[in-house]
């Protein structure tokens, strides 16, 4: 078996020598990250749609929702609080231990690799919603056949596209960060990890095979096949409905029944109106529980320089008809 190594032969855009292996896979996507995409999202997906009848059937232990409810957003959290607000977006400043600690966090969502995530996520706000953006429901057209081939593409098709973000573009700092250049080339090895720690838990909580088959069912194929759908839905459904109260230069919207779901995500239009801040829920009742750890971690002294909105921030950002109502 041989291993990559660990840098890659192309020089970088100053000439200064080879550049460091960003992760797993290239520019573009072989047949085999296809197949490998395919089985990540479709087995998740089918247990997803078999969680119905399953209930009715063998029943749901206190134990299954416990794990479910636990690995959901201890991966949701990875995914918001890490990849998103604090790797692409630079909401705050954290010590090595907290940043190592939310990569591997967001890798136990099975979404992807760190850099990859990251390069993909910030190429979006470049061209949000226009030619460039990797997912942008509006892709196709405004019509209604158009929007709903483009919700499709937003939602899960823009993923098997053979073309990909360029990580080295897009994600350099990410690059030639060697903690989160590993972590993120470990992405199958976390993905083991997060599925397998469920069954682990539930066989030796209740000594049989049955429970943990049960806790692999409900804690690591329903749970990560709903944080994907979730994930998903703020780049379909939040940039083609939802409240506008805040100026952007894309159609991101407020959708307020994904909020506790999305772990504060759904708050999307502000977040594009200012994308580095760390709460995106600044509304009263905008509830968002990744705003709340992220405070958390500053009172730790883990986090600092955390963006917080000011009051005269965020009404430069709202729309002049929503601050005459307000």
Not at 106 to 115: C, F, N, R
Request: net charge positive; hydrophobic share 45%; charged share 20%.
């Amino acid at each position: 078996m041989t291993t990559q190594p660990d840098v890659i032969s192309e020089a970088g855009a100053d000439g200064a020598g080879p550049l460091p292996r960003a992760t797993l896979g290239a520019d573009s996507k072989g047949s085999v990250e296809q197949i490998a995409l395919g089985l990540f999202i479709g087995v998740p997906f089918v247990a997803l749609l078999a969680a119905i009848p399953a209930v009715w059937g063998w029943g749901m232990s206190w134990l299954d929702l416990g794990l479910m409810v636990f690995m959901y957003y201890l991966g949701c959290h990875g995914i918001t609080i890490g990849f998103h607000r604090y790797f692409t977006h630079g909401s705050f400043k954290a010590n090595r231990g907290l940043r190592v600690a939310l990569a591997i966090m967001g890798s136990m969502a099975v979404e992807g690799p760190l850099v990859r995530w990251v390069a993909d996520h910030r190429r979006h706000h470049r061209f949000s919603d226009a030619e460039g953006d990797p997912h942008s429901p509006w892709r196709y057209g405004e019509t209604v056949p158009a929007l709903m081939k483009g919700l499709w593409w937003a939602h899960m098709g823009w993923m098997f596209d053979e073309e990909q973000t360029p990580q080295h573009k897009y994600a350099p700092d990410l690059v030639k960060d060697p903690d989160l250049r590993r972590v993120s080339r470990q992405f199958v090895l976390w993905t083991m990890v997060s599925l397998m720690i469920p069954p682990l838990v539930g066989g030796l909580v209740t000594m049989t095979w049955w429970g943990a088959f049960s806790a692999f069912f409900w804690g690591s194929l329903v749970r990560v096949a709903l944080l994907h759908h979730v994930t998903w839905s703020i780049n379909s459904i939040c940039h083609a409905m939802g409240k506008r109260p805040f100026k952007s230069r894309d159609k991101s919207g407020n959708v307020w029944w994904l909020a506790v779901l999305s772990c504060g995500e759904s708050w999307h239009n502000l977040h594009h109106a200012d994308p580095t801040s760390a709460r995106h829920g600044v509304l009263r009742g905008q509830v968002d529980s990744s705003a709340r750890i992220i405070r958390w971690f500053e009172l730790l002294g883990w986090a600092s320089d955390v963006r917080w909105p000011s009051s005269d921030r965020i009404a430069a950002r709202r729309k002049e008809d929503h601050a005459k109502a307000a």
